[in-house]
């Protein structure tokens, strides 16, 4: 026991020889000016107020979408897939913790033998043994570090999947009601269109019209019917998503009508660049830098020595080259202190390797960063255009309806032309096609911009 104590204080008495990264938990690297900005205003990125900070309930309040993003949270088996992917790392966790302690081992053996016609004699012993690593250099403390940044890191990206959901069953249905209102209105005009070629005919009848105005008439009614197949085979394509989405076989899907959607009333024009910080991206990012970074520490922990005491304990009856019977108890301890002095290199090339690698997942971090800033950048303008452009699309409608209106009736009187008509019933559908489809992209901004600012609680 004295030996052992020796041991151990040889090798405390290496301890400032080391180098103190291999004790160091992990920092941000301020060194980046991206990092350094990130960290000056993360202390506002709890703000409540924060669009990333609702809960999704908050943001999408139509019962229909919260019913289906409810359906794809438990059946989505990518999310599934995420949460399993936390259990395996909480696993490799509870592992790392547990080096600390002990290993035991049972391992009974007995045999026999007997030379020149002698006697055969049993021989057998039941011995438990145990070994201990004593982590003076702290390579079990960065095993150990490093797989609870794995945890957070399999944390952080189950909530970017679940963000990832959310933003693709509200995109997919806003998707699909957009497009179920363009078959509505496309519908609605066709019907339209049809009164107008009989009104053509009756016309021609009477003598206040040609032939021409009846079959340019025609024409046009079926063009608008002409579209119908394709708006139908775009919402059985989104409705199939959609399916994929929940997990379940293709069907249709119920949508709302109503185009008053609106952002909540947390909602600002500005974005704080501290919002970045709850993004689970970003955050996956970093903790993936700390990962690289402890598994750096255990790549220079490697060049140090290992103190490891193992004991031996039990009953046999092999004592030396003597059987003896009955068998008696023995115990055995041992010391070892093993310090790498030639590997072939391998220690080098691992450090080498893990600098790099950390490099790497450093460039990671900052791209995410980067990225997570452009996409709120443009889902911002994206929104506040859309927004712009419908409420100009609301009032050219209103200016088209009483167009049509007015041109059929002076086309009664004879005070206008059949293509002024066409002209103005063409242009209405036009514009109410491009308000349904600016609203579509006012609500898809919103929710990639929730979603950029990781939303998804």
Not at 40 to 50: G, N, R
């Amino acid at each position: 026991m004295k030996k052992l104590i020796k041991l151990a204080v040889v090798a405390l008495a290496l301890l400032p020889l080391t180098s103190c990264h291999i004790y160091k938990k992990y920092e941000r690297p301020q060194e980046s000016a991206i990092i350094s900005e990130l960290t000056k205003a993360e202390e506002t990125a709890q703000d409540s107020t924060a669009l990333g900070n609702l809960g999704w309930k908050q943001v999408f309040t139509d019962p229909l979408l919260q019913s289906y993003i409810d359906t794809a949270l438990v059946r989505n088996k990518d999310l599934n897939n995420a949460r399993l992917n936390v259990e395996v790392a909480q696993a490799q966790l509870q592992g790392a913790k547990l080096s600390y302690f002990p290993s035991l081992a049972f391992n009974p053996n007995g045999g026999t033998a007997s030379y020149g016609g002698s006697h055969m004699n049993w021989s057998y012993t039941l011995p438990l043994a145990a070994n201990w690593e004593i982590d003076i250099f702290a390579k079990i403390l960065n095993r150990k570090r490093g797989a609870k940044m794995g945890v957070e890191m399999a944390q952080a990206y189950e909530s970017a999947v679940r963000s990832q959901i959310i933003g693709a069953v509200a995109n997919t249905y806003y998707a699909l009601a957009s497009l179920q209102m363009q078959l509505e209105v496309t519908k609605q005009t066709a019907v339209l269109f049809d009164d107008l070629v009989h009104s053509m005919e009756l016309m021609k009848q009477a003598g206040n019209t040609n032939e021409a105005a009846v079959v340019q008439t025609r024409a046009n009614y079926y063009a608008v019917l002409a579209s119908i197949p394709d708006i139908e085979s775009a919402i059985r394509s989104t409705e199939n998503t959609m399916s994929l989405l929940l997990h379940s076989f293709p069907r249709s899907y119920e949508t709302t009508r109503d185009m008053s959607f609106s952002a909540p009333s947390e909602f600002n024009e500005g974005v704080p660049f501290s919002y970045l910080a709850v993004r689970p991206d970003v955050a996956a990012a970093e903790r993936s830098l700390a990962v690289a970074y402890y598994a750096t520490n255990s790549a220079r922990a490697a060049f140090y020595p290992s103190l490891n005491i193992s004991a031996q304990g039990g009953f046999t009856n092999a004592i030396g080259s003597l059987i003896t019977n009955p068998g008696k108890w023995f115990i055995q301890l041992a010391g070892s202190l093993t310090a790498p002095i030639f590997s072939r290199g391998q220690n080098i090339a691992n450090l080498k390797v893990a600098k790099a690698q950390q490099q790497q997942a450093m460039n990671n971090f900052e791209y995410a960063v980067l990225n997570a800033a452009a996409e709120v950048g443009d889902a911002m303008h994206s929104y506040n255009a859309s927004k712009q452009k419908q409420d100009a699309l609301s009032k050219e409608i209103e200016q088209l309806e009483k167009s049509v209106d007015y041109t059929k009736q002076l086309l009664t009187f004879g005070g206008s032309t059949y293509l002024e008509v066409l002209t103005a019933q063409q242009g209405l559908l036009q514009a109410q096609l491009s308000e349904i489809d600016s609203w579509h992209s006012r609500v898809a901004a919103l929710v990639s911009l929730y979603q950029s600012l990781g939303g998804g609680r």
